[in-house]
């Protein structure tokens, strides 16, 4: 049987403070908080942990309640490097807050190192607020410009903690209700067990139930979480 999907309004995740869920990290929750909330010049803050441990959600949540407060704050991913400009950096130290997630892409390049550094400086001259996120500790990051690797650990880092799979499900329910859905217990515990504990993925499922519920005026039952499953696999 075919199934049009229907055109709706995206109900895609915003990242914000209020729906993270910090799952062992609430010491680093309130660095951050503090950091935003702090006068000028608080010391950078370094996040790193595995994929799907919140990095990105909290840069870019940290952007967006800046932006709430009418103050100035920017994300840089610099995951795919290849695809901007090293001297990008350099227009970035106006802003009351810089988010410079994925530092890892960059390492063992040069111009980049050089243009990070050189951020880094301008932005802590300035009295303004830094905020990076990367798969690896700053002590571990392959970098080849000693003194980008300097800064970067003398600022607080924390080791993002991956939520067990009680949190998962509370994620997974939360997900669902932002876009206007009802997930139980039950129908959460089997997408964990069945399916998959990778948050990203996870996300990508909520979104293919989101359409799938639609399309077919359905709810998320465990037999129709099932057949779903059964099309992605």
């Not at 997974?172 to 129908?187: C, P, Y």
Request: net charge negative; hydrophobic share 40%.
């Amino acid at each position: 049987m075919t199934h049009q999907y229907p055109l709706r309004l995206s109900h895609s995740r915003q990242p914000t403070l209020d729906n993270y869920l910090s799952g062992g990290n609430e010491v680093m929750l309130q660095s951050l908080l503090q950091l935003l909330d702090s006068p000028a010049g608080a010391a950078p803050l370094y996040l790193w942990g595995t994929p799907g441990s919140g990095k990105s959600h909290l840069l870019l949540a940290a952007c967006r309640q800046l932006s709430l407060q009418s103050r100035s704050a920017i994300y840089v991913t610099l995951a795919n490097p290849e695809q901007l400009s090293p001297a990008m950096l350099g227009e970035l130290h106006h802003y009351e807050l810089v988010c410079i997630d994925d530092v890892e892409g960059i390492c063992a390049q040069p111009a980049w190192e050089e243009a990070l550094f050189h951020l880094y400086n301008a932005v802590t001259q300035q009295r303004r607020r830094l905020l990076f996120a990367s798969a690896s500790s700053p002590g571990s990051l392959p970098l080849e410009l000693a003194d980008l690797a300097s800064r970067l650990l003398w600022g607080v880092s924390y080791q993002l903690q991956e939520l067990d799979d009680e949190a998962k499900q509370l994620l997974l329910m939360q997900m669902a209700e932002e876009r206007g859905m009802q997930l139980s217990v039950a129908s959460s515990r089997y997408l964990i067990r069945r399916y998959t504990r990778d948050i990203n993925k996870l996300e990508e499922l909520i979104d293919k139930l989101d359409q799938d519920s639609l399309a077919r005026q359905q709810k998320l039952t465990i037999p129709f979480l099932r057949q779903s499953m059964d099309a992605v696999n």
